[in-house]
């Protein structure tokens, strides 16, 4: 990148007590979040819980109900208009100007900020290497595919050296093998250019793949917010836990630190730690490994159904009544009715705080 080019660092985001309803309904509860400078933060959620509305915020096309506070590399933001806060936006539905090429589209900001146009034909060019599309720019938007309006659109935002990138659901309108390819781009090229950026997305393979942190929205409120590592791993909740991911659960007597049953000639016999109680205790579908015999392991399953993946399968397995779900390799020989043993990895085994 020139000089011309390289936009400055993202700027720091710091929010502090953002919250807002509507028609009496709160959709989002006093939120806090800071997001530091380049960082990618991916606001993650099922429909309704609020992501949007929190995107809307920072940018400033929302204002907040109450007391609050928001920073751009600590300068309060919080009254300045949505059209000098220099935030880019990237939405689902592209935005573009139909009427226009897509060069002239991409340097549209740069028109309106008063850039001359030799100038800003070398900038629009610039981007649109960027971003592969090169070859595209005199063509008029309608004739260029989704993936490529997406890029466009990309670069458009790019292009007025935002401090901060929001983009909600960009690649929701796209087919799968495009989402794949353009979320792997998009990651790369945030992060090429140092831009803060906060994404807000329902697909939660979407948000391990491009989130520098994950914020799981939960009702209008922040349930976990870390590494995409950490949010698989170490859910702290069952909503986190189930968003991301398949989680199994065994419900049952904890004696002595470990959680025992038998039944049907299945048994489970987990470390659990902690008082006697009943409890329920969770792990990954693929924390299972296969052992020799029937007589070891962890948990002795009756295996109900098997579905091939490729490289792994997955078991519906039976212990005592509850059904958990398996991932094995492939080469494995597994046939539905049989038993099998199978030890659970000590670190996989997680408890949630009871909610109830
Ligand atoms: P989705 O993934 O479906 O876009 P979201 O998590 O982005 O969902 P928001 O768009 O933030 O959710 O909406 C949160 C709640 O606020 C929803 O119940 C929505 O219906 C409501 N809402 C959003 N904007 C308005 C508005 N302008 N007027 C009234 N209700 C609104």
């Known amino acids: 990148l020139t000089a011309t080019t390289a936009p400055r660092r993202g700027a720091a985001i710091t929010a502090r007590g953002l919250s807002k309803s509507f028609q009496g309904t709160t959709v989002l509860h006093p939120t806090e979040l800071h997001v530091p400078a380049g960082e990618i933060l991916v606001l993650l959620g099922p429909s309704g819980c609020g992501k949007t509305t929190l995107l809307r915020l920072i940018a400033g096309l929302e204002r907040p109900d109450g007391p609050d506070m928001l920073r751009f590399d600590g300068e309060d933001v919080s009254e300045v208009p949505v059209e000098r806060r220099n935030v880019g936006m990237v939405f689902q539905s592209y935005a573009l100007f139909p009427n226009m090429t897509v060069a002239e589209n991409v340097a549209y900001g ?19 290497a960027l971003v592969g599309l090169e070859e595209h720019a005199d063509k008029r938007i309608t004739a260029i595919s989704g993936g490529q309006r997406q890029r466009c ?8 050296k935002p401090r901060v990138l929001l983009l909600d659901e960009p690649l929701a309108a796209l087919d799968a093998v495009l989402r794949e390819r353009l979320r792997a781009e998009i990651g790369l090229l945030l992060r090429e250019f140092g831009i803060t950026a906060v994404y807000v997305t329902h697909d939660q393979a979407e948000a391990m793949a491009i989130g520098d942190r994950i914020a799981v929205m939960q009702a209008g409120r922040i349930a976990q917010i870390d590494r995409p590592e950490v949010i698989y791993h ?10 991301v991911g398949t989680m199994n659960r065994l419900t049952g007597p904890v004696r002595n630190g470990r959680l025992i049953l038998d039944r049907d000639g299945t048994r489970a016999d987990l470390p659990a730690g902690g008082p006697d109680r ?5 792990f990954r579908p693929e924390a299972a490994r296969l052992q020799e015999r029937p007589d070891q392991g962890d948990i002795l399953a009756r295996i109900t159904a098997v579905t091939f993946f490729g490289a792994t399968q997955r078991l519906l397995a039976e212990v005592a009544g509850q059904i958990l779900r398996l991932d094995l390799p492939s080469k ?12 659970i990895e000590g670190n996989a085994l997680l408890e949630f705080p009871r909610t109830a």
């Open 234 to 243: 170490r859910p702290m909740t069952d909503f986190v836990a189930d968003f």
């Open 332 to 343: 494995l020989a597994f046939s539905p009715g049989q038993l099998a043993a199978f030890d």
């Open 153 to 160: 659109a990309l670069a458009r935002a790019l292009a007025i």
């Open 278 to 282: 009943e409890a329920t205790i969770c």
């Open 110 to 128: 740069l028109k309106v900020r008063g850039m001359a146009p030799a100038e800003r034909r070398m900038e629009a060019a610039r981007l649109l």
